[in-house]
């Protein structure tokens, strides 16, 4: 190899196109319901030898999705991470614009947040602005965070710190919160405020951060219907369960339950077909555990953890602040969403409308983490002397980052 060569994580490569081919073999065994309900939902008995009924529609058009995924995750990795800090106030402004264009254009699509946009488009019915959004929150405040970084006084300080960072946040979260999109708006929070974290925030901030977080939090969940009831429903369930969102829940618990160690087999899941709601989207972990198995299941979880641990090694060893905020707020983003959704599943946590990524049935979901894991692979490709690539025996250990940037 040439002395310029630079090679990216395989391994951490292997692990989205291993979580990848995992949501293709899933909703392959697992769309049939929802193929069948999305191209003859007017047929009372629908057959699959009927020409009008497409038994697997979810799947060509995930496929097509992965494709397209795909091209985005080569066009990142092709593209120096550095391109991101200059777009990064564009990207931001986009964000909010499409956040704001929900009130106006967006629609519901037979849930209760007014969350998508939709376009029309062959494959692509309708985008979700939130997904977008997680990306422009993390490569903006990555731009930010390296800023403050070089001017610790600033970051300590109370407006120039924390009540930038409030507006930063607030203009992302709170349109999310409104439509009212809760998982979306949970996932985003903690990229803000982990990301603030790691940035060398005060503690007295994170800690008002969290107070301030807790007091809206509480607000919406009193004043939104839906929301009270989820909760209601996770801390009080009811006896009456199939008039509330415990339904989802235990619908779900049953999924896995009913799987055991070794599961039913590929196909041969039942709770997809009858009771478990959004199997191919927000519930395809629990209806995969039931056709998986808890020991197969478990690899799934262990490909997440892994992803974590390999992202935040090439943040600790990125060449420069802002591409650790970056390798940092891209790997937190991927598995707080990833373990919210299994804590949903597992009924762990109140029910969200939060897909699994990687895996779930989503457009703008898979495509945006398909983006963000090209840019965080390009970033790998700079960590200092190729510390987490197959070159590592080549050359010298590296540093790690809270070393560097702490002088």
Known sequence: MGKGYRQFDQLLLLAVFGLIVVGIIMITSIGVPKSIQLSAPDIAYPDCSDDAVDCYLVLKKHLIRVIIGIVAFLACLKINYKFWQKIAPAIFLTSIGLLIAVFIFGSENNTFARSWINVGFPFLNSIQPAEIAKLGLVIYMSTWLAKKMEKRDELNDWKKGFLSFAVIAGLIVLPVMLQPDLGSSLVLASIAAIMYFLGGAPTKHILAGIGIAAFFSIIAIAAVSHLHDRFAAFLIPSEACEE??????????????????????????????????????????????????????????????????????????????????????????????????????????????????????????????????????????????????????????????KYRYSR
């Open 244 to 401: 509330s969102y415990c339904w989802q829940a235990e619908q779900s618990r049953i999924a896995i339950g009913s799987g055991g160690l070794w599961g039913k087999g590929l196909t041969q899941g039942i709770q997809k077909s009858y009771w478990l709601p959004q199997a191919s989207d927000d519930f395809i972990f629990a209806a995969s555990a039931e056709e998986l198995g808890f020991f197969r299941i478990m690899m799934v979880v262990m490909l997440y953890a892994f992803i974590g641990y390999r992202g935040m090694k090439i943040a600790m060893h990125a060449p420069d602040k802002f591409s650790m905020m970056l390798a940092s707020g891209i790997t937190i983003w991927i598995t707080t969403q990833a373990f919210i959704n299994i804590m949903v599943n597992t009924s762990l946590f109140p029910i969200t409308g939060i897909t699994l990524p990687f895996i779930s049935y989503g457009g703008s979901s898979l495509f945006t983490a398909m983006a963000g894991m090209g840019i965080l692979l390009n970033i790998s490709k700079f960590t200092e002397n190729h510390a987490y690539t197959s070159n590592r025996r080549r050359y010298g250990g590296a540093h790690y980052a």
